[in-house]
T-cell receptor, first 115, second 115 residues
Framework: AQTVTQSQPEMSVQEAETVTLSCTYD???????LFWYKQPPSRQMILVIR??????QNATENRFSVNFQKAAKSFSLKISDSQLGDAAMYFC????????????FGKGTKLSVIP | NAGVTQTPKFRILKIGQSMTLQCAQD?????MYWYRQDPGMGLKLIYY???????DKGEVPNGYNVSRSTTEDFPLRLELAAPSQTSVYFC??????????????FGNGTRLTVT
C-alpha cells in the first residue's frame, strides 16, 4: 500500500521569507501523481500544485514550487515570499496513475506565518 | 458557480442515532467521493462513485452507506452513530479519476460529533 509521510507537524516562517515543507512517499508504481493541498482555517481543501511523476521538470505555480526527487521518493513544497494568507494546514497527497480512485494523504503540516 | 455544497456544516449526534450528510455538485462531474478527516490525520476515503447508480467502498467504509441516484447528489448515511465516527467529513468531485491528472473539488466539510 502507498504511504505518504510529512515529518514536520508544524512549521513557521517570517512574512516575505521562504519556507520548504517536506513530503516523502512509498510506492512501487512508476506512473503516479503528487499533489499539495492547502486547508486554511475555513476548512476548505484547495489544490496548490500537482506533479506528474513522468515529468522531470518541477511544477511551479506563482510563489509555489516543488522539488520532485523521484528516485528518493521525495516531494517538497517551497513557498517563496510568504504571505499571511499562506497560514494553513498543508497536505501532501499521492494518486496512482491508473486503476485507483483514491488519493492517499499525509497527516499534514501546520504552517504559521509571522508578521 | 456553487461548486460542491455540503450540509449541514455542524452536527451533534447521540450514540445510536442516524443521519444523512448531504452533498451536491453543479459541475456535472461523474466522480464523487466522501472522505473523513480525523484530528491530526490526513483524509481517508470512505466511499466513491463513478456515476449515477454506481458506488464502491473506499478505505474506511464500515458504519456508512451511500447512494447516487443522480449525477449531482451523493449523500452519506450514518446508521447507529458511534463515537469513533466523530470527524470532519468532506465531499469532493472530479471530472475524471481523482488519482489521475484531475484535481478534486472539495466542499467545505461537515463537523460531526457523536457523544
Amino acid at each position: 500500500a502507498q504511504t505518504v509521510t510529512q515529518s514536520q507537524p508544524e512549521m513557521s516562517v517570517q512574512e516575505a521569507e521562504t519556507v520548504t515543507l517536506s513530503c516523502t512517499y512509498d510506492t512501487s508504481e512508476s506512473d503516479y501523481y503528487l499533489f499539495w493541498y492547502k486547508q486554511p482555517p475555513s476548512r476548505q481543501m484547495i489544490l496548490v500544485i500537482r506533479q506528474e511523476a513522468y515529468k522531470q521538470q518541477n511544477a511551479t505555480e506563482n510563489r509555489f514550487s516543488v522539488n520532485f526527487q523521484k528516485a528518493a521518493k521525495s516531494f517538497s513544497l517551497k513557498i517563496s515570499d510568504s504571505q499571511l494568507g499562506d497560514a494553513a494546514m498543508y497536505f501532501c497527497a499521492y494518486g496512482a496513475g491508473a486503476g485507483s480512485y483514491q488519493l492517499t494523504f499525509g497527516k499534514g503540516t501546520k504552517l504559521s506565518v509571522i508578521p | 458557480n456553487a461548486g460542491v455544497t455540503q450540509t449541514p456544516k455542524f452536527r451533534i449526534l447521540k450514540i445510536g442515532q442516524s443521519m444523512t450528510l448531504q452533498c451536491a455538485q453543479d459541475m456535472n462531474h461523474n466522480y464523487m467521493y466522501w472522505y473523513r478527516q480525523d484530528p491530526g490525520m490526513g483524509l481517508k476515503l470512505i466511499y466513491y462513485s463513478v456515476g449515477a447508480g454506481i458506488t464502491d467502498k473506499g478505505e474506511v467504509p464500515n458504519g456508512y452507506n451511500v447512494s447516487r441516484s443522480t449525477t449531482e447528489d451523493f449523500p452519506l448515511r450514518l446508521e447507529l452513530a458511534a463515537p469513533s465516527q466523530t470527524s470532519v467529513y468532506f465531499c469532493a468531485s472530479s471530472p475524471y479519476r481523482a488519482s489521475g491528472n484531475s484535481p478534486l473539488h472539495f466542499g467545505n466539510g461537515t463537523r460531526l460529533t457523536v457523544t
